[in-house]
């Protein structure tokens, strides 16, 4: 059996493993729910905005020598205008808020508690820079959304077991590519968010 590990990096440190990072987003982005039909040169740009920020954070899984994983991080001010937008709109000081950013892992790898490694890093993290807040935001989907495979589970359960709460009121649309489509598609994302302890 390989071995797991985690390893974290901030700002410039990052460079190294964009690209690997934006490897796997495609993969896994491209199953349900995000349905994303991703291309790795916007993935790369979009990546860069954490290497140019001294407090993010990229946890990185291993097994053995190969990245199966990876979560991101970084302040809610550096993060896309769209979710700045969505605590502004309502009146929350985006300086106490940390932007956890997307958690991708490949599906063999699921189940083994690094879901939760991935929260641990990034909120300790966070909390070491003196955030108050941290949060994030996951795609909306009816439940008889055509692509929806039969055995699909959400992962809502690990975040409100992590003591994240969903908050519709904080919304951000957001158009990406989406399988089976010719053009972007609009989407709306809510977020969930928990005090940091």
């Given at each position: 059996m390989k071995k797991i590990s985690i390893v974290t990096k901030s700002?410039?440190?990052i460079l190294p493993?964009?690209?690997a990072a934006a490897r796997l987003r495609i993969e896994v982005f491209r199953e349900y729910p995000y349905l994303y039909d991703g291309d790795l040169a916007y993935e790369n740009d979009y990546l860069r905005c954490y290497s140019q920020c001294e407090q993010s954070i990229f946890v990185l899984a291993y097994a053995d020598d190969e990245i199966i994983g990876v979560s991101t991080g970084l302040p809610l001010s550096s993060a896309d205008a769209a979710f700045q937008r969505a605590f502004s709109n309502h009146a929350w000081p985006l300086e106490t808020i940390f932007y956890l950013g997307e958690s991708v892992l490949l599906s063999e790898?699921?189940?083994?508690?690094?879901?939760?490694a991935f929260f641990d890093h990034r909120e300790g993290h966070a909390k070491k820079l003196g955030y108050t807040t941290t949060?994030?935001?996951a795609v909306d989907r009816p439940e008889t959304h055509?692509?929806?495979p039969t055995n699909y589970r959400s992962n809502e359960h690990l975040w409100q077991k992590r003591g994240y709460q969903e908050h519709r009121e904080l919304s951000a649309n957001l158009a990406w590519q989406e399988i089976g489509h010719k053009e972007e598609q609009q989407n709306t994302?809510?977020?969930?968010?928990r005090d940091v302890l």
């Open positions: 700002g410039k440190d493993y964009l690209d790898y699921r189940g083994r508690g690094i879901g939760h949060a994030f935001c055509a692509l929806r994302l809510h977020f969930w968010v």
